[in-house]
Antibody
Framework: QLQLQESGPGLVKSSETLSLTCSVS??????????WGWIRQPPGKGLEWIGT???????YYNPSLKSRVTISVDTSKNQFSLKLNSVTAADTAVYYC???????????WGRGTLVTVSS | DVQMTQSPSTLSASVGGRVTITCRAS??????LAWYQQKPGKAPELLIY???GLHSGVPSRFSGSGSETEFTLTISSLQPDDFATYYC?????????FGQGTKLEI
């Protein structure tokens, strides 16, 4: 059963870079037609799509975050990563990694990790 | 970007009852619409894909319908475990977008 696990600092200082990794187990990140994404949820609020990547393709980003976000894949470690720079308190959220198969929605999610931006 | 609007934002119902949640898209998303259930402190779980497809393991009391810009999620014979927050999501084009959520309360 494919599983995803987010990891990274739970506390980031304002104006610095948030960095998270999602480890994929029981499947190859290079599997055909598997796409990998990041979604976040500020405390008490709804879901916001951050972006998606295919292991051999270019990532797609939310235009509202595009200038600050980078999503990348490390096939050697079977992981994908999120970097969000110049963070502010508004970036405090639970960050989820997730998978979808091409043509389908996100069917497998990590448990999420809370990242708090402090001043 | 495609804006997704859910209604209502909050819904009260009783065990054994039936509820319908509506999701409207600002432009056509064909049938590329998903529904998720989220419980406090947990990740969302996929219920419905492609507007009406029941995800594996999801009880048949959940059903979805609609196309283009208007979609509904219906839960019949509500169970205590169904009281949660529900989100719709379009995956017709990037950026993917979610509705604001509907909280189903007892």
């Amino acid at each position: 059963q494919l599983q995803l696990q987010e990891s990274g600092p739970g506390l980031v200082k304002s104006s610095e870079t948030l960095s998270l990794t999602c480890s994929v187990s029981s499947a190859s990140i290079s599997s055909n037609n598997f796409y990998w994404g990041w979604i976040r949820q500020p405390p008490g609020k709804g879901l916001e799509w951050i972006g998606t990547i295919y292991y051999s393709g270019n990532p797609y980003y939310n235009p509202s975050l595009k200038s600050r976000v980078t999503i990348s894949v490390d096939t050697s470690k079977n992981q994908f990563s999120l970097k969000l720079n110049s963070v502010t308190a508004a970036d405090t959220a639970v960050y989820y990694c997730a998978r979808f198969v091409g043509g389908s929605p996100y069917d497998i999610w990590g448990r999420g990790t809370l990242v708090t931006v402090s001043s | 970007d495609v804006q997704m609007t859910q209604s209502p934002s909050t819904l009260s119902a009783s065990v054994g009852g039936r509820v319908t949640i509506t999701c409207r898209a600002s432009q056509s998303v064909n049938r590329w619409l998903a529904w998720y259930q989220q419980k406090p402190g947990k990740a969302p779980e996929l219920l419905i894909y492609k507007a009406s497809g029941l995800h594996s393991g999801v009880p048949s009391r959940f059903s979805g319908s609609g196309s283009e810009t208007e979609f509904t999620l219906t839960i019949s014979s509500l169970q205590p475990d169904d009281f949660a927050t529900y989100y719709c999501q379009q995956y017709y084009n990037y950026p993917f977008t979610f509705g604001q959520g509907t909280k189903l309360e007892i």
